[in-house]
């Protein structure tokens, strides 16, 4: 319980003394202190972190004090890509994500469509036909019966296709002759991203803030305190991208770092993404699709299509994009899935390094999204150009082992080739965690988790190495290396969790024992084993405020 009353924001403005909270009495994760019970914090900064009883001296001159009762703090966690309208949408919207099937999914969308008369388009997501009994999209006449032919846009799980219905279509003139157009098929491609706009487009401003706020606010439930937003002209519009980034900037919610995924050619094209509000040119600038929607771009076919699926960028203009934003100053990046799609970025990036220079290229710490099949080469090339992964356990969890969807897109040896995360921080290469929401859910744990039971037991990591990376990893990958972590001197982000007892865990026997002896220093995080209950947040501050609080019991 706290001594005093919940604090206000911070006081920094000239002539203020900052605001000092105590927190005692609990676990706190920290490189500084591997036995540290408390912290202290002054304003948006972390002050200290030692002892209880150390913290004796502290307890007369803050403003607050915070009783942990044995809970636990811990950097909080950034989630390095996020979808934040879509996610919205989807936690106050139609989700399919548990329709059994065909029949369900119908019943469900007659449901939502009855419940919703006023709404221009219906709008939903997370369907997953390679988890139904019957293993088939949804026809388009069967949308129009279940919407009373109303317009209706359904983003596949994976997000890279659509069903919708006739009456949608004829929002989008011209869109039949777009590629990615099929009769009676899921849209994919450009017009799938026409579909999309016109859907959108039905959203009024207050329905986006609103989707914004609630994605924001289950984000901070969750112990995130940073997102990065993935946006862009094929995901979502300008207005949608500044007025989030407003948003997060006004009220107390996770802080949101802004990608905007648009080619950049010239200096002109990269002041631009910066008058957006983006860090970066990056984040889903499309190399590939996705395996689900049979889009991501392979080397050989897939085992269950006739075809190697989508190729949206060659060597040459990856090149170009990251040439320009390195000579910007700007980070670039892209979303890369398939062998083929990440060789061609690989070797863009490379001719980049080439006519920009390596020093050059590794400083801007440009990023790829995904990255899931990666051999050796691919692994060894993220690392000579000091590439970023950025990377969702959740897919693993979601659809791999040898009978999930990846084994069915690709075969079971090419599937247990798939997020090579052990592999990946062997070779150097930093990972930077996310969710990808809300093609997974927003959910750092289960993350970190996912990462270390990876279901391929050869690509797992440490649940401390996965911690990391969904924390300290994400500031890295923005390039901010002092934030992340519990030390004097770092931004005051920071979570606190009723948990169980805490563990050192590593992902198998080969990891040497001292690593898991209290006697190492190592500090302990929760166990994570399968099954086994999650920690629960009680608390989410950023910089130095409380953006989601609960009962500390």
Known sequence: MNDSAPEPAP??????????????????????????????????????????????????????TVRLDGALVTPAFTDAHVHTTATGLARTGLDLGGARGPADALARIRAHAAARPDDRVLLGTGWDDSAWTERRPLSRAELDEATGRRPLYLTRVDVHSALVSTALLDLVPGITGLPGYAPDAPLTGDAHHAARAAAHASLTARQRT??????????????IGSVHECAGPEISGEDDFEGLLRLAAEEPLPRVTGYWAEAVTSAKDAARVRELGAVGAAGDLFADGSLGSHTAHLQQPYADAPHTGSALLDAGAVAAHVTACTEAGLQAGF??????????????VRAAAERAGLARVRAARHRIEHAEMLDDRAVAAFAELALTASVQP??????????????????????????PYAALLRAGVPLALGSDSPVTPLGPWEAVRAAAFHRTPEHRISVRAAFTAHTRGGWRAVGRDDAGVLV??????????????????????????????????????????????????????????????????
Do not use: K
């Not at 979303?335 to 863009?348: C, K, R, S």
């Not at 959740?394 to 079971?412: K, P, Q, V």
């Open 11 to 64: 006081e920094t403005a000239a002539g203020h003394r900052p605001r000092t909270v105590l927190l005692r009495g609990g676990e706190v994760y920290s490189p500084a202190d591997p036995f540290a019970t408390a912290m202290v914090v002054e304003g948006d900064r972390v002050a200290w972190v030692g002892s209880e009883g150390a913290a004796d001296s502290f307890a007369d001159g803050v403003d607050e």
């Open 210 to 223: 609103e989707a914004q706020r609630a994605a924001l606010r289950h984000a901070a439930s969750a112990g």
């Open 335 to 348: 979303h890369a899935i398939g062998d083929a799609a990440l060789t061609a970025v690989t070797e863009g």
């Open 394 to 419: 959740g897919f693993d969890a979601a659809w791999g082992g040898d009978d999930g969807m990846y084994a069915e897109r690709l075969g079971r040896e090419r599937a247990r080739t798939l997020n």
């Open 488 to 553: 004097p001197g770092a931004p005051a982000d920071y979570a606190v969790w009723r948990t169980g007892e805490l563990v050192v865990q590593a992902p198998d026997s080969r990891v040497a024992n001292w690593s898991t002896d209290p006697r190492s220093g190592t500090p302990g995080l929760p166990d994570l084993t399968p099954g086994g209950q999650l920690p629960v947040c009680l608390r989410t501050v950023v910089s130095g405020r409380t953006v989601h609080a609960r009962p500390i019991e």
